[in-house]
C-alpha cells in the first residue's frame, strides 16, 4: 500500500539534545513537508521540498534543519535551538506540477515531548 | 501572505442533523484552491473535499459540500446527516497556485457529533 510514515510516533528527549525525525513516502511525489501542530492550533509549515537535494524554509524554521537526499525520505531534525520544540509532528507530500493542485498526503504524526 | 480564519472554535451537532462550519481567507490571488482537512482524534490528517477559485461550481463529496464565496472570500464546508465518526478537528486551508503547494491553515472547528 502507498503511503507515508512516520517513526516513532512518541518521541522523548532531554533538553539540550538534537532530535531526527523521520519521514518517508512511497508515493512517487515530488514535493515533501513538514508541519507543527501545537494544542488546539493549526498547522504551521517547517520546511517545503520540491525536488530533491533542493529544500526552502516554510513561516518557522528556526531552530529546524532538513535534508532531501532521496526522493523518498525527508527528515526533520529538532535543534536545541528551537526554543519551544514539544509539538506534534506532520510530514505531508504531494506531487504539483501534473495540472492540478494537487492536494497534500499526510503522514500519521510524531508527538515529540522534551523535558 | 495569506491568512485563513476560522471563526467558530468548537461546534456540536446532534446525530443525523447538519452542521455548517464557517471559514473566511484573504488574498490578493485569483488562482488558487481551497481545502477542507479532518483531523479525527487518531490526529490523522484526512483530506474531506478541495475546491478550485475558478470554477464557480460548489464542491461536493457525498455528505460533504461546501459553499464557495469567491467575492466575500468565504469558503464554508456543510456536514449533512451527521455521523458520531465526522467527531474532528476539521481544518480549512488555502494554496496559491504555483507555488510550491504550500498550504495555509485556519486555526480549526472542532465537531463534535452527539447521539
Known amino acids: 500500500d502507498g503511503g507515508i510514515t512516520q517513526s516513532p510516533k512518541y518521541l522523548f528527549r532531554k533538553e539540550g539534545q538534537n532530535v531526527t525525525l523521520s519521514c518517508e513516502q512511497n508515493?512517487?511525489?515530488?514535493?515533501m513537508y513538514w508541519y507543527r501542530q501545537d494544542p488546539g492550533q493549526g498547522l504551521r509549515l517547517i520546511y517545503y521540498s520540491q525536488i530533491v537535494n533542493d529544500f526552502q524554509k516554510g513561516d518557522i524554521a528556526e531552530g529546524y534543519s532538513v535534508s532531501r537526499e532521496k526522493k523518498e525520505s525527508f527528515p526533520l531534525t529538532v535543534t536545541s535551538a528551537q526554543k519551544n520544540p514539544t509539538a506534534f509532528y506532520l510530514c505531508?507530500?504531494?506531487?504539483?506540477?501534473?495540472?492540478?493542485?494537487?492536494?497534500?498526503?499526510f503522514g500519521p504524526g510524531t508527538r515529540l515531548t522534551v523535558t | 501572505a495569506q491568512t485563513v480564519t476560522q471563526s467558530q472554535p468548537e461546534m456540536s451537532v446532534q446525530e443525523a442533523e447538519t452542521v455548517t462550519l464557517s471559514c473566511t481567507y484573504d488574498?490578493?490571488?485569483?488562482?488558487?484552491?481551497l481545502f477542507w482537512y479532518k483531523q479525527p482524534p487518531s490526529r490523522q490528517m484526512i483530506l474531506v473535499i478541495r475546491?478550485?477559485?475558478?470554477?464557480?461550481q460548489n464542491a461536493t463529496e457525498n455528505r460533504f459540500s461546501v459553499n464557495f464565496q469567491k467575492a466575500a472570500k468565504s469558503f464554508s464546508l456543510k456536514i449533512s446527516d451527521s455521523q458520531l465518526g465526522d467527531t474532528a478537528m476539521y481544518f480549512c486551508a488555502f494554496m496559491k497556485w504555483a507555488a510550491g503547494n504550500k498550504l495555509t491553515f485556519g486555526g480549526g472547528t472542532r465537531v463534535l457529533v452527539k447521539p
Open positions: 475546491q478550485e477559485a475558478y470554477k464557480q
Open positions: 488574498t490578493s490571488e485569483s488562482n488558487y484552491y
Open positions: 508515493l512517487n511525489h515530488d514535493a
Open positions: 505531508a507530500s504531494s506531487n504539483p506540477g501534473t495540472g492540478g493542485p494537487y492536494e497534500q498526503y
